[in-house]
T-cell receptor, first 117, second 112 residues
């Protein structure tokens, strides 16, 4: 089975622009989470979605938004980009196939490297 | 609140040396604990986990024991290989959702 897939792998944007990042979870996983990893730091939680509903939100401004689709794939949107938004954005899915997957391991994609100039 | 503190790096070891990477945590409840590994240019991969006190997680020669009394989850390996060179992250998950809290990562380089 395919792992978590993210697109694009790299992206360069200008300050003030908008960006959309995409993620497809492991087949059968209904929970998708987004993390921001700044160089030299650990991943920071942005959002969790389960069954198309937001189940958690980290300490990020309203410029960050996300959604989950009926096929459980997800998009992360960031508006009015700032230089400080430059980071690796990681998507992770988790199981088990039923329930919210509490404390289930996260399975990460390889990330989207966003550079804001 | 929830947080993870792990040993500062970078760590450089010779092949076959013993590895310890320290990790301590703060949690409001009863967390599950994890070690993830990140190879250059890749996402994080689960290395091992432990879900309750005194559990020992193990994988690929790595081990870590969930110590509630010292709120620790130190990663160990008896004999490291060059292929173990990577960044290692300690993490916890606690609560009704599945939000993870990660440490800042420890970079390991193993030299032949």
């Amino acid at each position: 089975d395919a792992g978590v897939t993210q697109s694009p792998t790299h992206l360069i944007k200008t300050r003030g622009q908008h960006v959309t990042l995409r993620c497809s979870p492991i087949s059968g996983h209904k929970s998708v989470s987004w993390y921001q990893q700044v160089l030299g730091q650990g991943p920071q939680f942005i959002f969790q979605y389960y069954e198309k509903e937001e189940r958690g939100r980290g300490n990020f401004p309203d410029r960050f938004s996300a959604r989950q689709f009926p096929n459980y794939s997800s998009e992360l949107n960031v508006n009015a980009l700032l230089l400080g938004d430059s980071a690796l954005y990681l998507c992770a899915s988790s199981g088990p196939n039923t329930g919210q997957g509490r404390n289930s391991p996260l399975h990460f994609g390889n990330g989207t490297r966003l550079t804001v100039t | 609140g929830n947080s993870v503190t792990q040993m500062e790096g970078p760590v450089t070891l010779s092949e076959e040396a013993f590895l310890t990477i320290n990790c301590t945590y703060t949690a409001t409840g009863y967390p599950s604990l994890f070690w993830y590994v990140q190879y250059p240019g890749e996402g994080l991969q689960l290395l091992l986990k432990a879900t309750k006190a005194d559990d020992k997680g193990s994988n690929k020669g790595f081990e870590a024991t969930y110590r509630k009394e010292t709120t620790s989850f130190h990663l160990e390996k008896g004999s490291v290989q060059v292929s173990d060179s990577a960044v290692y992250f300690c993490a916890l998950s606690e609560g009704t959702g599945n939000q993870f809290y990660f440490g800042t990562g420890t970079s390991l380089t193993v030299i032949p």
